[in-house]
DNA sequence: ATATAACACGAACATACGTTCTGTGTCAAG
DNA sequence: CTTGACACAGAACGTATGTTCGTGTTATAT
């Protein structure tokens, strides 16, 4: 008859105890040759043969080759009331839905759209808007949005008011039907109207369906800067009185 | 003088995402080449240059020559209630950021507007919008609001399209200057326009400024049914073509 | 146009690292 | 006394890993 296993022995709890403090104090795990300093282990293959063991009793995990690859297995956390739970999982589903879209300036009709530029921080704006994710048409998926004030009476073709927020994404090109913001070379010019391709020429379509469209026979006199994906109108109190 | 450093740009925050993540889900730091697989860098080399300026932020520490060897900075450690309440307080703020408002029908010319009975429960409307609450007029304080969605073309003078959705509030009365719905039983039309009582009469002035104002002689036809506070418009693509 | 810091990259290199291999000692059980 | 499990050890090895070096590009102020 041969002997057989016995359970943990001290060395192995010292390995878990000292895998537990070292991550706390050095936030990385510990290699194969520090657990051995640490144990008193003065072989890598020892402390190996020991974490084989603790893998097999079902305390620790490996991702074999990898180095400092060892971590604990806990206990699952003490679970909290089902209510609570059901709380915070409603504000992540929350926060999910409000996002943060950077309000980067003004768009109107006689300048080029200022796009921003291609190292931009979306998450670290001056000024921003929050909209409901809900809210984007169903494509769209809200990545590298940003927010432009309308100014002046320019955009009323596109059923767009003076103050209201045109919500872009940055495009170059466009397809069939999508509305844009382009600036016309030949005119000095940005417009946001529907966007359409045909026979060698560019039709911009008004948003306004009591209005013609544009043609413009020249294709590259046509600079698309932006897609719009969401206009947003406040609506307060106007002060004028007509005459 | 030459271009100066600016602050974080989207690689180090990849970086910092990646490290937090990748804690969590592994339970160790990733290496060098781990972080430049994950965020798209392709020279350990970079990733170095990447981290130092972390370092240099104070956003990581590492311990040098060792694998691994990379830690976020936290925040001093929290108790667990003061985590917990810095948490939900977080929570709270964006619940209370994101409005709902029930989408209770639509809006057309042809018809009265569809506002709420008196026992309208909005809390528990089948169908709603989310809109944030910084996105209101500023002194408009969310309570009461509902949203219709446009059908037709009929409102167009008002700078609203077919598909639009108008965020309202129920009133019977209204103060001049402010965009209301109102339906003219002299017409059996409902029309959106700014609103002004000069006179014994009713002026309602399009939102369009290209367009002229309806003049109502008889104030007792122009009911008042609610005040437009918001609009919204979710611009997908069109496929008509135009003739 | 120029200068220069920032940004980016690949290669080379030395060391860290985990695994495998081989060997030895101890001890309980038959 | 023999056997086999258990424990331990050092060496060798291949790969993982982080740093250094040299080069190139770009943005921006002057």
């Known amino acids: 008859m041969v002997r057989t296993r016995r359970g943990l022995t001290e060395r192995h709890h010292n390995i878990l105890n000292y895998l537990d403090k070292r991550l706390s104090e050095r936030g990385y795990p510990p290699s194969i040759r520090e657990i051995g300093e640490a144990t008193g282990i003065s072989s890598t293959?020892?402390?190996t043969y020991y974490l084989k063991q603790l893998v097999e009793f079902g305390l620790i995990e490996r991702d074999p080759k990898f180095s400092r690859a060892v971590r604990l297995i806990k206990e699952p956390?003490?679970?909290v009331p089902q209510r609570v739970a059901e709380a915070v999982q409603n504000a992540v589903v929350v926060a999910d839905e409000l996002l943060s879209i950077p309000l980067i300036g003004r768009i109107f009709a006689s300048a080029p759209v200022p796009v921003p530029p291609s190292d931009f921080n979306y998450?670290?704006?001056?000024s921003s808007i929050n909209i409901a994710r809900s809210l984007l048409p169903s494509r769209e998926k809200g990545i590298e949005l940003f927010a432009l004030e309308v100014q002046g009476d320019s955009m009323i073709d596109a059923m767009v008011n003076d103050g209201d927020i045109v919500v872009m994404k940055k495009a170059e090109q466009a397809n069939n039907g999508e509305?844009?913001?382009?600036?016309?070379?030949?005119?000095?010019?940005t417009t946001l109207k529907y966007f359409f391709k045909e026979k060698g020429r560019v039709r911009l379509q008004p948003a306004n369906p009591t209005m013609k469209p544009i043609y413009v026979n020249d294709p590259q006199t046509v600079q698309v800067q932006g897609k719009v994906v969401m206009v947003i109108r406040k609506v307060d109190r106007i002060q004028s009185t007509a005459a």
């Open 45 to 47: 293959s020892v402390v």
């Open 77 to 79: 956390e003490l679970s």
């Open 179 to 189: 509305m844009v913001a382009v600036w016309l070379t030949g005119k000095d010019e």
């Open 123 to 126: 998450f670290d704006a001056e």
